[in-house]
């Protein structure tokens, strides 16, 4: 089975500053495809960002970009000009191409500070 | 699109009881997903339907959990002889199954059950 590993259990970031959360995971597919999903403290998860790991560019929506790497099956999220409304748990997830599932990291906790 | 929708939102419950949860999908997805996750944890893989079909379960989930999806439409899990460690919270998620732009799983704000 794959498997994601966060290993920033906690991150903090000023009010506007710029903060990259990390993951990697493990797989002997070629064909995959990654995501980064949000979830606020009592909310429901939500997708912030998707890549597909047969494009080689880095994906981009508004504030968050992706920085995939993947020979080094590294996968980080950058946050910039980060927002009190960016606080919370962020996990990292693995689907497969003919995807029967989606593996999920165990998260960071993101804290912005005012 | 009005989204994924998980009732109850909360349940509390004796251990030994009998606990059912219900999952509407999104209309269009094909694919339901149960996830299960624990504090400080991110979700873990329960079992996953494509239309009626249940085609693949955990390892995690013991036969006290079952699930069904009549119809291809909601989805229901229901937990027998509820133990103290099956509190968590039970989300779920759906998708299509296509490989083109709408790949995510899109999730519901979740069922947490408590059992005391």
């Known amino acids: 089975a794959q498997t994601v590993t966060q290993s920033q259990p906690e991150m903090s970031v000023q009010e506007a500053e710029t903060v990259t959360l990390s993951c990697t995971y493990d797989?002997?597919?070629?064909?995959?495809?990654l995501f980064w999903y949000k979830q606020p403290p009592s909310r429901q998860m939500i997708l912030v960002i998707r890549?597909?790991?047969?494009?080689?560019q880095n994906a981009t929506e508004n504030r968050f970009s992706v920085n995939f790497q993947k020979a080094a099956k590294s996968f980080s999220l950058k946050i910039s000009d980060s927002q009190l409304g960016d606080a919370a748990m962020y996990f990292c997830?693995?689907?497969?191409?003919?995807?029967?599932?989606?593996?999920f990291g165990t998260g960071t906790s993101l804290t912005v500070i005012p | 699109d009005t989204g994924v929708s998980q009732n109850p939102r909360h349940k509390i419950t004796k251990r030994g009881q009998n606990v059912t949860f219900r999952c509407d999908p999104i209309?269009?997805?094909?694919?339901l997903y149960w996830y299960r996750q624990t504090l400080g944890q991110g979700p873990e893989f329960l079992t996953y339907?494509?239309?009626?079909?249940?085609?693949?379960k955990s390892r995690l989930l013991s036969d006290r959990f079952s699930a069904e999806r009549p119809k291809g439409s909601f989805s229901t899990l229901e937990i027998q002889r509820t133990e103290q460690g099956d509190s968590a919270m039970y989300l779920c998620?759906?998708?299509?199954?296509?490989?083109?732009?709408?790949?995510?799983?899109?999730f519901g704000q979740g069922t947490r059950l408590t059992v005391v």
């Open positions: 998620a759906s998708s299509t199954s296509g490989q083109g732009t709408r790949t995510e799983a899109f």
């Open positions: 797989t002997s597919e070629s064909d995959y495809y």
């Open positions: 890549q597909e790991a047969y494009k080689q």
């Open positions: 997830a693995y689907r497969s191409w003919t995807g029967n599932q989606f593996y």
């Open positions: 209309s269009e997805h094909n694919r």
């Open positions: 339907f494509q239309n009626e079909a249940q085609l693949e």
